[in-house]
């Protein structure tokens, strides 16, 4: 079990350049989360995956953020014309259902860089 | 809308004494899991505990424990003999049980120091 497979580990992006994340959750796990984790806003909830359909973006900013999940093997968080404030580490977890009482595993993150 | 506070920004114990970090919650939901999570040094998050909202036994696992007062809206962990090793950022989390969303919303996190 490889565990949730983040790539890149770091990403560097001028300002106003796209910036694309992949996520490979755990084989058999049916839900996928995404956050953003920053030293001032801790981890933040951005979007939600269960069996590949979109649940829960509350999280996602109106504006440049976008999620999928186009198979059970991969998710994608999308970030358009980035912005030095959009510099923060993105994690991705998933986990075994969408049961509330299941835990989630998560992956090394994505450090973003926005310059 | 649900909501984890974690009052303690950081903690300093000395090894192999107990420390008890503090979270309380907000939901309106009446069924929740309440969630410890230990992200190290190199970034990684583990789960370590979970407390399901109706069950009145505090959760064990190892040396990690949890004190659950529900009327208070609290949750705490409880880490015995800590070990230098237990130092880390703690999270608390919940995720609500009565809607179909389940999001997970995590508190700031406690840094645990634990000093020789």
């Known amino acids: 079990n490889a565990g949730v497979i983040q790539t890149p580990r770091h990403k560097v992006t001028g300002k106003g350049q796209e910036a694309t994340l992949w996520c490979e959750p755990i084989?058999?796990?049916?839900?996928v989360f995404w956050y953003r984790q920053t030293i001032v806003q801790g981890l933040e909830f951005l979007t939600y995956?269960?069996?590949?359909?979109?649940?829960?973006d509350s999280g996602m900013p109106k504006e440049r953020f976008s999620a999928q999940m186009p198979n059970q093997s991969h998710s994608t968080l999308k970030i358009q014309s980035t912005q030095p404030q959009d510099s923060a580490v993105y994690l991705c977890?998933?986990?075994?259902?969408?049961?509330?009482?299941?835990?989630?595993?998560f992956g090394a993150g994505t450090r973003l860089s926005v310059l | 809308a649900q909501k984890v506070t974690q009052t303690q920004t950081s903690i300093s114990v000395v090894e192999k004494t107990t420390v008890t970090m503090d979270c309380v919650y907000e939901t309106r939901d009446s069924s929740y899991f309440l969630f410890w999570y230990k992200q190290t040094a190199s970034g990684e998050i583990v789960f370590l505990i979970r407390q399901d909202s109706y069950k009145k036994e505090n959760a064990t696992v190892g040396h990690y424990s949890l004190n659950f007062q529900k009327p208070k809206s609290s949750i705490g962990l409880i880490i015995t003999a800590t070990q230098i090793e237990d130092s880390a950022v703690y999270f608390c989390a919940m995720r609500e049980g009565d809607t179909n969303a389940y999001k997970v919303i995590f508190g700031k996190g406690t840094h645990l120091h634990v000093l020789p």
């Open positions: 977890a998933s986990s075994l259902t969408g049961g509330a009482q299941n835990t989630l595993y």
């Open positions: 084989s058999g796990h049916s839900a």
């Open positions: 995956f269960r069996n590949q359909a979109p649940i829960d």
